[in-house]
């Protein structure tokens, strides 16, 4: 398994030692899942909740854009832009 940021998209190379390092599996934004997250984003945009999830702080939630929503969103072949020059 490979674990990648949905914040920064940074990679973990080791599931296992990921989760060591402070890794999330998910988070929580508002009532969606969303993650994994690395320990960087956990402590700049998260906090735990009463429960001990992981959550995104209220100033941030709808503002983040996801490495992996991104993706989505991107032309698959952009380089079709330059055909007619
Ligand atoms: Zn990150």
């Given amino acids: ?3 990648k940021c ?4 940074r990679e973990a190379k080791d599931a ?5 390092e402070g890794w999330l ?3 929580i934004e508002g009532l969606e899942d969303k993650g994994p997250c690395c320990p ?10 009463k429960d001990g ?11 983040i854009i996801y490495a992996n929503e991104l993706r989505i969103d991107q032309d698959p072949e ?3 832009c330059v055909v007619y020059n």
């Avoid at 296992?16 to 060591?20: H, P, Q, R, V």
């Avoid at 960087?40 to 909740?49: G, N, Q, V």
Wanted: net charge negative; with cysteine; glycine share 6%.
């Fill in 53 to 63: 999830e992981p959550r995104l702080k209220d100033e941030f939630k709808g503002r």
């Fill in 6 to 9: 949905t914040v920064c998209g």
């Fill in 25 to 27: 599996p998910y988070f």
């Fill in 40 to 49: 960087d984003c956990f402590d700049a945009l998260m906090y735990e909740d």
């Fill in 78 to 80: 952009p380089h079709f």
């Fill in 1 to 3: 398994m490979m674990l």
């Fill in 16 to 20: 296992e030692s990921a989760l060591d």
